[in-house]
């Protein structure tokens, strides 16, 4: 059974640092990892889930307006971790952070994990 588990969420101060991971464990194979995309998605309190970014199998990123030169996502396949690094952080930045693992191998979600950013 293929699992997610988020960490690295927490309180931060508006303009501070927070590096998020999503650990993959219960793959098939050592190679698995890689072949599937990696999205980071975020919900804050009364809203829609949205895509912040996300990372193809070849490494490829795409982000969110929103967090474009603040975030930056990346993936180590050899750790079937992914990460979300995110700098300047702003009280809007506050959700719960998902990690979602998507392609031809499913499509599987994390728990999520809590980032709050204080003003």
């Known amino acids: 059974q293929v699992q997610l588990v988020e960490s690295g969420g927490g309180l931060v101060q508006a303009g501070g640092s927070l590096r998020l991971s999503c650990a993959a464990s219960?793959?098939?194979?050592?190679?698995?990892?890689?072949?599937?995309?990696i999205g980071w998605y975020r919900q804050a309190s009364g809203k829609q889930r949205e895509s912040v970014a996300s990372i193809s199998s070849s490494g490829s990123a795409n982000y969110a307006d929103s967090v474009k030169g603040r975030f930056t996502i990346s993936r180590d396949n050899a750790k079937n971790t992914a990460y979300l690094q995110m700098n300047s952080l702003n009280p809007e930045d506050t959700a719960v952070y998902y990690c979602?693992?998507?392609?031809?191998?499913?499509?599987?979600w994390g728990q999520g994990t809590q980032v709050t950013v204080s003003s």
């Open positions: 219960g793959l098939a194979s050592r190679s698995a990892f890689s072949i599937n995309a």
């Open positions: 979602c693992w998507s392609g031809r191998l499913g499509v599987y």
